[in-house]
């Protein structure tokens, strides 16, 4: 096994809340007392969860807990979460801009972190310039960048205008050159945060050939972005962040579904549909009451390849409707595309208020391979002319799961058998 | 496996992150590794002031001479301020040149963490290394100025017989690192204290200006001692004014040179100095946080 290259242990990290003013003195000062006399800081000992969407009542928040990692050299670990989960103080903290308020990273080698692209460019000075400013601050010594000069402009593609002032480049153009030079550095351990965002799809595909390369050179790599697409293809382990936590710390491709939702636990057990307030959209005529799979008459959501997939789908009436049609998407659990659909009208005529509608749906045995796929259920009015209600993995519907006993390596590949017809002609 | 762990730890860590600093470690070796960085910074400050100009450079000049003449004019003329005997224009070039050199780069190295927080923000670096760039890329501004003033000095050298250089001019050197390095204390002690609060930048923007006044740049230190003994205190307690009289004593031979005094100048900046980079080195942490 390969040698730890780096270690976060207990990093904690407390923001305040609010804005600093007169009022926040007071708590500077009480800090400052508690801790001239020797005592621990009183503010550490509360706080709440990073939690944005919750109305907190401390004014202190926990955008980080008790992290614990390791990283080993040649890792390329991807860091995901939804906005706010903590990566980015994370990165902060691991790239040194700013200190954890409590833990310790330690760290072996040189580590150079990729926030932003062109970080320093001065508007007045040259490309040729700026290459040498933005390397010195990534931390290139002046040699080094002489020596990668040229590779670094021809990289950016922008050679004509090198001696111009950088304040003339387009947007695109001084991404371009930010991430040429960035693209150079060699540490043993390499940051980035989501900087492919920008600039067009043929300078994407070059920065992650880019980054694939420095992995495959055995150095490190810390990769942050909310492309779940680039995160499995270029990313081994994975970490998810979830409030400040640790979610999930594992392989990848683990950690993206669960990040899809896919391993959502099963709320709906202990909680009808009809009582969750959290759908997509709650507010129509008509609304989802039960949505259940059934496997020979047994309530499950974990199907054998060779068994036919029944679903029994409970809709009510809270007011008078134009009909009712149903949509169902099966997805992928890493992407979340859309693998198949069908929408099908249950009921022409009007549903009225307080009427109850049920149908079961079911899929033939042998169609979808072993794997996992998201479902995604709607429904309308017949006319097609807006959604009453739709049910996904975002409120904890639980992924189909489809495995095989006995596993013949035919089923793996894939994800669906289609209808197919041979003809022998002799 | 457990052994592995073990060796893990022990083998030694490049770098540990931690949120307490002990406050000897200043991390020279860091800014000696970045001193290309340092460098870049300090062509950076100087070229980028010129772009788009025709003058270039030249601009450096225009500054203290249209100071030195509006001077002459103010306080020389209309106020009838004495310059011991030297000429108004001289002597006000002489404490504008070196005063401009530290409220420079006081000023400027008092806003590092606010003005480039966009930047420290995204990358880690030393942070000292930009405090240090103000002071060097004001160094090689004040030797362009300091040419000026030696050209304006060689003439009235050459046709009037009132200067006295003398041999404390070896000295020169030795002063301008003195201003340089309080004003470098000043600066990173007020920009380690107003990245929360803000405060005292209201204070610093005046409190240059006022400090100019009590600093013999307009009036010389023998006036004082003249008509108002008693104050002189006041005026040697501030450490700038041993070192602009010492200044005016090397080149023009008026003014008051006192080792005593030069010895107060020396010792405020150490300490000074020392207080600084201690508070800096504590706040650049974290300050991202407040900022």
Sequence with gaps: ?426 | MINKEIEDDNEAWDLVLEPKTSWYSLGLDQILRFKDLLFLFVRRDFVSVYKQTILGPIWFFVQPVITAITYAVIFGILADIPTDGVNPILFYMCGITLWNYFSDTLSKTADTFTANASVFGKVYFPRMIVPLSVVLSNLVKLGIQLLLFIAVWGYFLATDNTLHPNITILLVPFLILLMGFLGLGFGIIITSMTTKYRDLKFLITFGVQLLMYASPIVFPLSLVSEKYPQYKIFLLANPITSIIEAFKYAFLGVGEFNWLYLGYSLSFTVVLLFIGLIVFNKVEKSFMDTV
Aim: contains cysteine; positive net charge.
């Design chain 1, 1 to 426: 096994m390969s040698k730890v290259v780096l270690k976060a242990i207990n990093i904690s990290k407390q923001y305040r809340l609010g804005q600093v003013g007169t009022g926040t003195i007071a708590h500077d000062l009480n800090r400052w007392w508690h801790l001239a006399r020797g005592k621990e800081d009183p503010y550490l000992q509360i706080g709440d969860t990073n939690d944005r969407s919750a109305k907190g009542s401390s004014d202190y928040v926990w955008s980080l807990k008790d992290i614990n990692f390791e990283v080993r050299q040649g890792d390329v670990l991807g860091i995901i979460g939804k906005n706010g989960a903590g990566k980015s103080t994370l990165l902060k903290i691991l790239s040194q801009v700013t200190t954890a308020t409590t833990g310790k990273v330690k760290i072996r080698g040189r580590i150079a972190a990729l926030l932003e692209v062109g970080t320093g460019f001065h508007p007045e000075l040259t490309g040729r310039e700026n290459v040498f400013l933005n390397g010195a601050i990534l931390g290139m010594t002046k040699t080094e960048i002489t020596s990668k000069f040229d590779e670094i402009v021809n990289f950016s593609g922008v050679e004509k205008y090198i001696d111009t002032p950088v304040k003339r480049y387009s947007s695109g153009m001084m991404v371009r050159l930010g991430f040429a030079v960035a693209a150079h550095l060699e540490p043993e351990i390499l940051i980035v945060d989501e900087v492919l965002a920008v600039g067009d799809a043929e300078f994407q595909k070059k920065c992650m050939g880019k980054i694939k390369n420095v992995a495959g050179e055995g150095r490190t790599v810390l990769f942050v972005s909310h492309n779940m697409q680039a995160m499995s293809s270029i990313c081994k382990t994975g970490i998810l962040l979830k409030n400040g936590l640790i979610d999930e710390m594992s392989d990848i491709n683990t950690c993206i579904k669960k990040y899809n939702g896919l391993f959502g636990e099963s709320v709906l057990t202990t909680m009808s549909i009809k009582d969750r307030l959290n759908r997509t959209q709650s507010s129509g005529n008509i609304l989802f009451s039960n949505i259940q799979a059934f496997s020979n008459g047994k309530k499950t959501w974990d199907f054998r390849y060779d068994e036919e997939i029944n679903f029994q789908i409970d809709c009510e009436a809270r007011e008078q409707s134009d009909g009712l049609l149903f949509y169902m998407a099966l997805q992928e659990p890493l992407t979340t595309d859309v693998l198949t659909n069908f929408k099908v009208v249950i009921k022409e005529g009007a549903v009225v208020k307080g009427q109850k509608v049920s149908f079961t749906i079911t899929l033939p045995a042998k169609t979808l391979r072993i794997g996992q796929f998201l479902l995604y259920f709607a429904i309308g009015d017949a006319k097609q002319t807006r959604w009453y209600d739709v049910v996904d993995n975002n409120i904890n519907l639980p992924a189909l799961n489809i495995t095989a006993i006995d596993m013949d390596p035919h089923y793996n590949s894939g994800m669906f058998s289609i209808p197919y017809k041979i003809n022998v002609n002799n």
